[in-house]
């Protein structure tokens, strides 16, 4: 079975930084997508980042120049490096593996993120 957690969470204050990290136990294939998404109570799970197979990334409007992703598709591991935090960016934090075409679709079980004013 595979299973994703997520670690590096926190509580930290506005302009400070975090970095999470996400690892795959099991067996799973090298060709994916792998993605930090957010979630707030009461709100519906966003897209913050996204890395392809091939290395290309895709960041939310609202962490663009301040997040970045980076990871090892073959190892099954994904970063999220954050920076110049803003009270805004509190939520809980789920790491996500998908499959191509969505041949399969992994989560975390998430990693809990507040910022300070």
């Known amino acids: 079975q595979v299973q994703l957690a997520e670690s590096g969470g926190g509580l930290v204050q506005a302009g400070g930084s975090l970095r999470l990290s996400c690892a795959a136990s099991g067996s799973i294939l090298s060709r994916k997508i792998m993605a930090w998404y957010r979630q707030v109570p009461g709100k519906q799970r966003e897209l913050v980042a996204s890395?392809?197979?091939?290395?290309?990334?895709n960041y939310a409007d609202s962490v663009k120049g301040r997040f970045t992703i980076s990871g090892d598709n073959a190892k099954n591991t994904v970063y999220l490096q954050m920076n110049s935090l803003k009270p805004e960016d509190t939520a809980v934090y789920y790491c996500?593996?998908?499959?191509?075409?969505?041949?399969?679709?992994?989560w975390g079980q998430g990693t809990q993120v507040t910022v300070s004013s």
């Open positions: 890395i392809g197979s091939l290395g290309s990334t």
């Open positions: 996500n593996f998908r499959g191509t075409w969505f041949t399969y679709d992994y």
